[in-house]
């Protein structure tokens, strides 16, 4: 038996989602009681909900996508130069009816809304809202990673073209699959939305210099998955995904100097 | 007019094939003689002897691929750790007659051969011995040179199986296209051949080192051009070229250090 002083309401994830790193819902089990505490994922990713539904097929799970300009500085310092903006919606799923999940959906974002967000939007279909930020994120916070290039130096170098976009289509096409239609007027306002002197560097590239684990499988790697259980090829994805997953290897394993050698 | 004195028996080009820096058929005309001056391509790459052909077609042109585990060490030392490996053989073409191409080809390879090479093996199709060499060049030379892996790095690694072997497939359908055959014997040979604790770092990976242009056009793109005239798709090894090319776009301008940004 618990006592209330035990129970939460709601459970609001921030952090960083490493499946390859460890497991986040086992982390997190402990304060979640199950068909009750609602669980609110503000994190990257596709399918993040899903280890959740699983584990608590009872419980109201909702995610965002958040804009929020931040970042730690040294050890415990955060820095915000952003605006708040987020897009929040329930992940319908048949253990919880649809109508208490949104209700739980509303009371979350009413609360959030009033602490001050400079917007804050419910999102009716909240795996279309996902794959449209995934549009950004796997091309651009993904090439800013491996490449050590700024969002504006991916631009300008004819990146946007030859790697961003087909890799934007693919995204599209599991979408597509998946049962999500991503419009042409969608990928061309994200592909060019970016200012082109923006420098913004992707939060994977800050992960990346400051030698923490990059959200390749949550980014990438669900998506590519899904793209493989539908039959729907992406190599340019996949290529992208395999080369990260080396920088990843190399992170787990020092530096071999080697000898030189023509080839 | 011209004087014997002037008048060069063979043009043996040992240089790097930087089509995207300059032309080196335009440097070295004034060297060759037209219809006389047999050319000699000891050099990395698909489609080298082109340029050749094209603009002196009534000269023998013959290429080789060469080991000769050799480098540079500071600025004009050399080293040699590895043995002289040399295949040779004539590029046969229209403006020769064949017996003609064959005859100089085998005196420049008597020639060769009376040097001391370790190895000196006359090849009867260069296009076959070319793509063969590309099998390994094209996924070890070039993945090894954007991530910064040594050879064995990239196979201890699981590249190997993720994206070595999905290059070489692309080469062996683009080679089949164009009519020559590379065999699974071949693919699997060159995908193991190099020792688990080789440390081999390819030519390549010392020109980035270095800060030297690399051979992306002659070792990628000249492969990718042709499977696109053929119509065969290549993506694997387009997004490395694609990704290589951000390398070189980098080289040519300064660094962007940018602002942090969550995205």
Redesign the interface.
């Known amino acids: 038996m618990e006592s209330p002083r035990e129970r939460y309401d709601f459970l609001v994830l921030c952090s960083k989602r490493l499946p390859d790193k460890y497991s986040l819902v086992a982390m997190v089990s402990p304060l979640i009681t199950p068909g009750y505490t609602t669980i609110v994922l503000m994190q990257n990713g596709l399918f993040i909900h899903v280890p959740f539904t699983t584990q608590f097929p009872q419980n109201v799970i909702m995610s965002a996508v958040?804009?929020?300009?931040?970042?730690t500085e040294g050890s415990n310092k955060i820095?915000q130069?952003?605006s708040d903006i987020l897009q929040i919606g329930a992940h319908y799923h048949s253990g919880v009816t649809d109508s208490v999940s949104s209700q739980w959906t509303q009371t979350f974002f009413d609360m959030y809304s009033s602490g001050g967000a400079k917007s804050c939007v419910l999102a009716t279909d909240m795996m279309q809202t996902r794959y449209a930020q995934l549009l950004?994120?796997a091309p651009?916070?993904c090439l800013c990673a491996?490449?050590g290039?700024?969002?504006?130096?991916?631009q300008?170098?004819?990146?946007r073209e030859?790697?961003v976009e087909p890799m934007m289509r693919e995204i599209v096409a599991i979408a597509k699959a998946d049962g999500i239609v991503l419009t042409e007027e969608l990928v061309h306002e994200i592909l060019y939305r970016s200012p082109e002197a923006?420098?913004?560097?992707?939060?994977?590239m800050?992960d990346r210099e400051q030698g923490r684990p990059m959200e390749i499988e949550v980014i990438l790697g669900d998506a590519i998955r899904k793209g493989k259980e539908l039959g729907v090829e992406a190599?340019?994805i996949?290529?992208?995904y395999?080369?990260l997953?080396?920088?990843r290897?190399?992170s787990d394993?020092p530096v071999?100097?080697?000898?030189?050698?023509?080839?």
Chains 1, 2 share one sequence.
């Open positions: 958040s804009m929020i300009g931040v970042f820095k130069i952003g950004w994120n651009y916070n491996l490449m290039m700024t969002v504006s130096e991916v300008r170098s004819g990146a030859k790697l923006s420098r913004w560097r992707p939060s994977m800050l190599k340019v996949e290529s992208v395999e080369l997953c080396l920088v290897w190399r394993n071999d100097r080697g000898e030189a050698h023509i080839g």
